[in-house]
């Protein structure tokens, strides 16, 4: 535990300590983030997806209803980026890939540079981000399941 910061003058804790106590926390949450993501990679690099008897977690989703999800495909498309194959990768799962990638990105940048100036920035999406994901989540899934 933690001692508890220093207050200030509403009783409120000191906007320096707040601060410090903020890029402690991202820097906690990152590293555990990296260190977890690097574990899965390299797990990742020596199995692979595209043999069959893999031991990695099906899609609930697909097993469910026999359709391919808007995420089905992503960890082919990890593996293949892994490797340097661009074409398999796309071929896995292009929206995630144009899309998801470069959004996830941008949005753990913003989170990890807001808290390491000291500012609390969640993670949160928009009524309208919302409706924009959900949106193209559904196009993708009825494209690929149409097309496959």
């Known amino acids: 535990m933690s001692p508890e910061p220093p207050l200030g003058p509403a009783g409120a804790a000191a906007p320096e300590a707040e601060a410090a106590a903020v890029r402690r926390?991202?820097?906690?949450?990152?590293g555990a983030a990296l260190g977890l993501g690097a574990l899965g990679a390299v797990y990742l690099w020596?199995?692979?997806?595209?043999?069959?008897?893999?031991?990695?977690?099906?899609?609930?989703?697909?097993?469910?209803?026999?359709?391919?999800?808007?995420f089905c495909g992503g960890t082919r498309m990890a593996y293949d980026l892994m490797h340097g194959d661009l074409v398999t990768a796309f071929h896995d799962n292009a929206v995630l890939l144009v899309l998801g990638g470069p959004a996830v990105a941008w949005a753990a940048a913003r989170w990890l540079a807001a808290g390491l100036r000291g500012r609390h920035r969640p993670l949160r999406l928009t009524a309208r981000g919302n409706a924009v994901v959900l949106g193209i989540a559904a196009v993708w899934m009825v494209a690929r399941n149409i097309i496959s």
């Open 25 to 30: 926390r991202t820097l906690c949450r990152a």
């Open 46 to 70: 020596h199995t692979d997806p595209h043999q069959p008897g893999q031991l990695l977690i099906p899609c609930p989703f697909r097993l469910m209803t026999g359709l391919l999800c808007p």
